[in-house]
């Protein structure tokens, strides 16, 4: 029976000691792109949670428009399709971790497109989807827990902002 106590006693403590340990914060990234004072994309996600999983934001609204590409090979001819994103997109990424210093890879897009026209010899015809807007990629942005920063992303119409929270 004193065994059984003993046993009791030390899960009782030990769970106590687990309960007591400080908490590891969830890092929640607000994002909110706007042109030209009007909002055209807004939102927010846990990046990092309490167990150290790292999830990049992304949110996007649009279509994807497809094309195709023919190259020459020695062969004959390579046909592939692909597709180009286009309407209001951000995608953050964290590349680098560092207790509560984030770096960010950021992308944003706000695109129409304006046509596809064909390129090369009539034998083998390349597409090209042109588009129109802001289209930025891979900006490498360094923030801290608590801090807002406006991403400099070119385009004086365009204003994105970040704001890392832990909760």
Do not use: W
Not at 60 to 87: I, L, P, R
């Amino acid at each position: 029976m004193k065994k059984h106590l003993a046993t009791l006693a030390a899960a009782i403590s030990f769970c106590s000691l687990a309960h007591a340990a400080p908490a590891v914060p969830n890092y929640e990234l607000f994002v909110a792109l706007s042109h030209d004072g009007a909002t055209l994309t807004t939102a927010r996600s846990i990046i990092r949670d309490s167990f150290g999983n790292v999830v990049p934001l992304h949110v996007s609204s649009g279509t994807s428009v497809g094309y195709g590409e023919c190259a020459k090979t020695a062969n004959g001819q390579s046909v592939t399709s692909h597709q180009k994103f286009v309407g209001h997109l951000v995608q953050v990424v964290p590349t680098k971790i560092d207790g509560t210093a984030f770096d960010l890879s950021v992308t944003a897009a706000d695109t129409l497109a304006t046509g596809i026209t064909n390129e090369g010899p009539a034998d083998c015809v390349r597409q090209v989807v042109h588009t129109k807007g802001l289209d930025v990629h891979d900006i490498v942005v360094h923030m801290n827990a608590g801090d807002t920063t406006e991403v400099p992303i070119g385009d004086a119409h365009y204003k994105l902002v970040l704001k890392l929270v832990a909760e």
